[in-house]
């Protein structure tokens, strides 16, 4: 199958710093882009769906401040999470497809701990 | 707004057991994903289903799509400790993104 990779894989940082998690698709072009969070024992919650090139759509409920997506080639997708906060520790996860009749492929997931 | 159901939630085997994981929807799909997710890894892909009242078979797991394509089961035979994890169903609605079921969080006790 296709492969995403993200990074970095985990990240630690203060309380009001801002993180940046790119996620790429190595050997295919992803049109669109989708990121995930995923808090323990919990299943995925789609925060967003990119499409490159565009603005990036948010579902209900995610501040599109403070989740920044970034689409800017068909290889690359990032995820800014700004003034981070203890509740924005979590795992992010992307995923990838090329047209909306394919499958998504998954990234390997970035843990955030926000101290 | 879609509604999507996944059963069980939690389930707890001895190795060599059968097992089935539901997912319902509310919606018709257009097509459903079945992934299996480790701890700290991200979704790996199972099986596609596309087509009313298809099966499709990996191994010992049986994948099954409701002739309504509302509806979809796993069925696991004589499970092993391997195959724990986290099991996520995931219909697309019109070809579009799609959402995730709560999950079946699936622990086999050797």
């Known amino acids: 199958g296709a492969v995403v990779s993200q990074h970095p894989s985990w990240v630690i940082c203060k309380s009001g710093t801002s993180v940046k998690i790119e996620c790429r698709s190595l050997?295919?072009?992803?049109?669109?882009m989708f990121w995930y969070r995923q808090f323990p024992k919990q299943s995925l919650m789609l925060m967003a769906t990119s499409n490159e090139g565009s603005k990036a759509t948010y579902e209900q409920g995610v501040e599109k401040d403070k989740f920044l997506i970034n689409h800017a080639s068909l290889t690359l997708s990032t995820l800014t999470v700004t003034s981070a906060h203890p509740e924005d520790s979590s795992f992010y996860i992307c995923?990838?497809?090329?047209?909306?009749?394919?499958?998504?492929?998954f990234g390997p997931g970035t843990r955030l701990t926000v101290l | 707004t879609q509604l999507l159901e996944q059963s069980p939630q939690f389930l707890s085997i001895q190795e060599g057991e059968n097992l089935t994981v539901y997912c319902n929807s509310s919606s018709v799909f257009s097509s459903l994903q079945w992934y299996r997710q480790e701890p700290g890894e991200g979704p790996v892909l199972l099986v596609t289903v596309v087509t009313g009242g298809e099966v499709k078979k990996l191994k010992r797991l049986t994948f099954q799509f409701g002739d309504a394509r509302k509806d979809s089961s796993l069925h696991i035979t004589a499970a092993q400790p391997g195959d724990t994890g986290l099991y996520l169903c995931?219909?697309?609605?019109?070809?579009?993104?799609?959402?995730f079921g709560s999950g079946t969080k699936l622990n086999v006790k050797p």
């Open positions: 995931a219909p697309t609605y019109n070809f579009n993104k799609f959402y």
């Open positions: 995923s990838a497809r090329l047209n909306p009749e394919d499958t998504q492929y």
């Open positions: 050997d295919f072009q992803a049109t669109t």
